[in-house]
């Protein structure tokens, strides 16, 4: 075991090296604070860890069935910390092939913190600014997933621009990092645009939506907390609500309603996640099977030279081949890829415009 974990330790720490040595001239050329500093390199070291501003959090991916998500370690989570243990110790006494997955989660939190640590000796990130969690492999919709109350923010700088970033109820900040690129694309394209951001979250693509000049921008998200977050962080940046409107409601509602009230967008930004719930029933539904229908309603509220953003998280996603068909469509994930993300494509962009 402890072979095992020298030799996680010890390529993490060989990865660290030769990505800051390849990272460090493109982040002091764009002056870039915020960046992915290790991303899933090694099959030993299955973790993400991004820095925001002298802050790490560090996102542990296990293997392990059954895993529950959630914090592990942080400065001022020590309550929480404590209540695990105790679940830990619980799941210990009471170990048997039935309960094997949660009786195995004191392994991956400790494996989970003791990779975390290496990536801030090495960082040189004091314990204080250390935040750590653990998600399951296959987890999806990280900044859907809420995780604690401890409500632990800092604020975050890209291009010129300031954003809270929450480093310890979500299983993600709510900076997605990945889309630094795209964000810059949306701000390029939104002036003098009426701008619909679905799946709004924290409202980071409005905040550059509004910093590009759009003349209006109205954010849909179904979470209510995402609004108040989604209000700070555009006006941290000097845009109030007389150019923003929130609707906490789901997507399809709203695109069902501004359909008869016969709104029309300029632009449309679309980033669901890979499966969410549908308000009215509870019903789930999946973006690899829904995509096709999502993106036709969108195009009822677009004006006639109206275009869409369609990003996802979900690498697998093929887009519907009807879809050509009915729209001009432009592949920009080489585009809005990132130096940090360069070994691992974590996103996927289209540029989408009905016929």
Not at 181 to 198: A, D, H, K, P, Q
Not at 312 to 336: I, M, P, Q
């Amino acid at each position: 075991m402890k072979t095992e974990q020298n030799s996680s330790v010890r390529a993490l720490s060989a990865s660290l090296k030769r990505r800051r040595a390849h990272l460090w001239p493109w982040l002091q050329k764009h002056g870039i604070s915020c960046y992915r500093i290790y991303n899933r390199d090694s099959g030993e070291a299955p973790i993400a860890a991004d820095i925001y501003d002298g802050y790490l959090h560090v996102l542990f991916y296990s293997q392990k069935r059954g895993v529950t998500p959630g914090l592990i370690s942080a400065a001022t989570s020590d309550v929480e910390n404590e209540e695990a243990a105790k679940q830990e110790d619980k799941s210990r006494q009471t170990a048997s092939p039935r309960n094997h997955a949660r009786s195995s989660q004191p392994e991956v939190r400790a494996k989970a913190r003791r990779l975390a640590d290496t990536v801030a000796r090495f960082m040189g990130v004091p314990a204080e600014r250390l935040f750590v969690k653990v998600a399951s492999s296959r987890h999806t919709g990280l900044i859907r997933t809420p995780v604690s109350t401890t409500g632990h923010t800092v604020e975050a700088h890209e291009a010129g621009l300031s954003f809270v970033v929450n480093l310890t109820d979500y299983l993600h900040p709510g900076l997605p990092l990945h889309h630094r690129l795209t964000r810059g694309m949306i701000g390029e394209i939104s002036y003098g645009r009426r701008v619909l951001n679905l799946f709004c979250g924290p409202g980071e693509n409005s905040v550059y939506a509004a910093a590009g000049g759009a003349d209006r921008i109205v954010n849909v998200d179904s979470v209510p907390a995402f609004r108040d977050w989604a209000h700070t962080n555009l006006k941290r940046n000097g845009f109030g609500p007389g150019l923003v409107e929130h609707h906490v409601v789901d997507m399809e509602t709203y695109l069902r309603s501004s359909h008869q009230r016969k709104e029309r967008f300029d632009l449309v930004i679309a980033a669901p996640p890979a499966t969410w719930s549908r308000e009215e029933n509870g019903a789930r539904v999946k973006l690899r099977s829904h995509h096709r229908d999502i993106l036709r309603r969108i195009a009822d509220v677009l004006h006639p030279q109206g275009e869409i953003v369609f990003l996802s998280d979900d690498t697998g996603l093929y887009l519907n081949s009807a879809l050509k068909r009915e729209f001009r469509v432009e592949t920009l994930t080489n585009e809005t890829t990132s130096e940090d993300f360069a070994n691992r494509r974590e996103h996927q962009a289209w540029l989408l415009q009905p016929k």
